[in-house]
């Protein structure tokens, strides 16, 4: 969906809450979190430099914000990955017609958080995996569940976890995300960057996000944080 488009939706669901009110909004939230088990394989907790994980899983916005809330997460930027910089911009990448994902990159500490708990979050509080180009009201490749891996060990956690989920039948369905090596991530424009903590009551993030916020307090609230590590303040 166009910057264009969701702004249509926007002021559509603006009406809306004015007419019905929000309670009415907040009935049709965005999906609820799924319990998903623990990595089994994964990376122990230690001490070493800061790493990095790239995530696709629909409007970044979400994506963004829930990550933002996560301990352990030092920034959480929002952005392109899968294709190339000429086409690294909002306007093409929201046609569909590019390769990128909009992506969130999530740069963490691994004393912290392992990279495992960063999946488990992902398949649980962030999208449903199951969803084929598509989250939400949010339609096209653009809008994939991709995993970016950075190495040969966030390749196997991955697509480990993705093989172990499916074989417990966690999902009613095939989970459907690719694992792809990450090429390069290219942020988004600055206006995409801390979307949710800059508009909390905007009916698209009211409806589609701020739900996720609260699924991750709920299901993982020793890894919820109450101060989001914000891009601007991380600078």
């Keep these: 969906m166009s910057w264009k488009q969701k702004s249509i939706g926007i002021a559509v669901l603006a009406t809306l809450v ?7 909004i907040d009935a049709g939230a965005a999906e609820k979190a799924v319990i998903v088990p623990a990595a089994v394989l994964d990376n122990p907790k230690a001490a070493g430099p800061l790493q990095t994980a790239v995530l696709a899983g629909g409007c970044f916005w979400g994506v963004q914000a829930v990550y933002q809330h996560v301990n352990g997460v030092r920034k959480s930027v929002s952005g392109y990955a899968g294709g190339d910089k000429a086409s690294a911009h909002y306007d093409i990448v929201s046609s ?18 392992s990279y495992g708990q960063i999946l488990q979050i992902y398949f649980s509080v962030v999208h449903d995996p199951t969803q084929l180009n598509r ?7 653009q809008y994939r569940s991709n995993i970016f891996y950075a190495d040969d060990t966030q390749k196997k956690i991955a697509e480990a976890y993705i093989a172990q989920l499916n074989k417990a039948k966690v999902f009613p369905k095939a989970i459907v995300t690719r694992v792809d090596p990450m090429k390069a991530f290219y942020a988004a424009e600055d206006y995409h960057q801390d979307f949710l903590y800059l508009n909390p009551t905007q009916p698209y993030i009211a409806r589609y996000d701020m739900p996720k916020l609260v699924n991750l307090k709920t299901v993982f609230p020793v890894l919820y944080r109450g101060e989001p590590a914000l891009v601007k303040s991380s600078k």
């Design 135 to 141: 989250q939400e009201p949010d339609v096209g490749p």
């Design 18 to 24: 004015i007419a019905v009110g929000v309670n009415m």
């Design 96 to 113: 569909g017609q590019t390769t990128h994902a909009e992506s969130v990159q999530v740069t963490f500490d691994p004393k912290e958080i």
